[in-house]
């Protein structure tokens, strides 16, 4: 199993970007897909979550900048990210629960991918 994320770089301040998670090795069509993100010296900590169904979640942070999606035929998550803030900047890594519902704990994921970069400058 490998979750595979993409679409990391440079952005300024308010500036936007989607990052995508591809799984292979088997599909998670009816599982949980989320991201987290961990800043320079921080924990990681949870960004959004997508259930199978559609069901979805965000930490309070983003709520109204970054939406979480998914194509079910692809197991591919996505997140677009809109009105970037430094403080946005992060490694920000994919992640499957095997459950029904969005999950919010680290805890909670199963399955984990590398991450990708994600800097906002001011």
């Known amino acids: 199993v490998q979750l595979q994320a993409s679409g990391g770089g440079l952005v300024q301040f308010g500036g936007s970007l989607t990052l995508s998670c591809a799984a292979s090795?088997?599909?998670?069509?009816?599982?949980?897909m989320g991201w987290f993100r961990q800043a320079p010296g921080k924990g990681r900590a949870f960004v959004a979550a997508?259930?199978?169904?559609?069901?979805?979640a965000y930490a309070d942070s983003v709520k109204g900048r970054f939406t979480i999606s998914r194509d079910n035929a692809k197991d591919t998550v996505y997140l677009q990210m809109n009105t970037l803030k430094p403080e946005d900047t992060a490694v920000y890594s994919c992640?499957?629960?095997?459950?029904?519902?969005?999950?919010?704990?680290?805890?909670?994921?199963?399955?984990w991918g590398q991450g990708t970069l994600v800097t906002v400058s001011s």
């Open positions: 997508i259930s199978g169904a559609g069901s979805t």
């Open positions: 992640a499957v629960a095997r459950s029904l519902y969005p999950r919010v704990s680290v805890n909670e994921y199963d399955y």
């Open positions: 090795g088997r599909t998670f069509s009816s599982y949980v």
